[in-house]
């Protein structure tokens, strides 16, 4: 199917016939959402039903509680526990039953002596900047940089920015960088994260002190487009986050990624559809015009790393081998932990988030296992190292 037809049945599914199944289904919505044994007798036979005669999949569920209340913590009663880290929400505020404050508030129960952070822009919702300063985190307030970037990555690279220098400010050692729509429901994930910083040292503290943490999240981390790491949750350091938030900026256009939609679209498809049948493949294998395309396209999804990368790590020239310096880069310098381990919600994404799709080899996926599988065996072919001399770029925008 085309790409431009799949657009056009995706926009038809979202737009006339979800709310019309929507409609019809309320009444069996209503009644499962009542009560544990409403939900067994009600969604249960139709998930079942589904899985029984559905030719392609089966359904498996899973739940997270609405009430923050009734969740677990660890450390309840020691109130500096994690008094060298920080988490910070970036991002507009989600107000919908109040997630982004809910979320605060979690945050502050699962990890005491943390300081939370809400990094977002100046005129948003007052009532949360009150009630999240009355839970003890801070709020910070940036005004949107007059070039949003393509994909709007700017705007992503200020709001990250003004949260880790909050941090800085505030004492923090470490943090969890996250998104005011998401909510991380495993309540472990800070000592998670410097646990893999301890079990994998920086191959040059010089340069990178410890391992930045990324994660596989929602397939948005690829083995096989360079600098390709989910940009939804990083931990590390703080004075590390600021070098990763504080490159220079992006002088595209907002709108430069839907002028080439679908020209990229058709590019990344051959890309994981071609090099997954192949063991240990490179894109430059395929594709002799690789390396112009991957400049031509610059997605705003390897964008930070890709310049992170450049200006603190080794510098990149046309004509150098991007597959090398990224497997490098995760080899000495990165981690990529699984998503499964945090149990992220992201409300925009509730249905079909097919989280199996990690544990299989498809797509160019890049998870843990194959991360470690990076780790261990591969050879870099060259010494990217820069001896942690950064450029004067950072945080500039180009011309």
Request: proline share 5%.
């Amino acid at each position: 199917m085309k790409i431009g037809a799949r657009f056009v049945l995706k926009y038809i599914a979202e737009k006339i016939i979800e709310p019309i199944i929507e409609l019809f289904n309320y009444p069996l919505a209503y009644l499962a959402g009542r009560s544990e044994k409403m939900e067994r007798v009600v969604l249960c036979p139709i998930i079942k039903s589904y899985s029984k005669h559905s030719k392609y999949n089966i359904i498996q569920y899973i739940k997270y509680k609405k009430n923050i209340e009734s969740l677990p913590t660890e450390w309840p009663n020691n109130t500096n526990q994690f008094s060298d880290y920080s988490i910070i929400l970036q991002g507009p505020i989600k107000t919908e039953d109040k997630f982004t404050v809910e979320t605060v508030y979690y945050y502050t129960r699962c990890y005491p002596g943390a300081s939370i952070i809400v990094s977002t822009w100046v005129g948003s919702d007052t009532s949360a900047k009150a009630e999240v300063k009355k839970l003890g985190a801070f709020w910070v307030e940036s005004q949107p940089p007059k070039s949003p970037g393509a994909g709007n990555i700017n705007m992503q690279l200020t709001s990250s920015l003004a949260g880790v220098r909050k941090a800085k400010e505030l004492g923090c050692k470490f943090s969890l960088k996250t998104r005011t729509d998401q909510r991380i429901y495993a309540n472990d994930v800070l000592q998670y994260f410097r646990n893999l910083q301890e079990a994998f040292p920086s191959k040059d503290p010089q340069i990178v002190s410890k391992r930045l943490i990324y994660i596989s999240c929602r397939s948005a981390s690829f083995r096989y487009l360079p600098f390709f790491l989910c940009d939804f949750v990083t931990f590390g350091e703080v004075d590390e986050l600021i070098k990763l938030y504080n490159i220079k900026r992006d002088r595209r256009p907002n709108n430069f990624h839907k002028k080439l939609e679908k020209e990229e679209s058709l590019f990344r498809e051959e890309i994981y559809n071609k090099l997954e049948i192949k063991s240990d493949s490179s894109p430059y294998e395929l594709f002799p015009d690789f390396e112009k395309q991957y400049y031509k396209y610059m997605l705003s999804e390897y964008y930070t790393v890709f310049n992170y990368f450049n200006e603190h790590i080794g510098r990149l020239n046309r004509g150098d081998d991007l597959m090398d310096a990224y497997y490098t880069y995760l080899k000495n310098y990165a981690v990529v932990a699984d998503t499964e381990k945090l149990m992220i919600y992201w409300p925009k994404y509730t249905i079909d988030t097919a989280q199996g799709n990690n544990e299989f080899t498809t797509n160019g996926k890049l998870n843990f296992k194959k991360w470690l599988e990076i780790y261990l065996h591969y050879e870099p072919k060259k010494d990217w190292s820069m001896c942690g001399v950064s450029t004067t770029r950072a945080g500039k925008e180009t011309i």
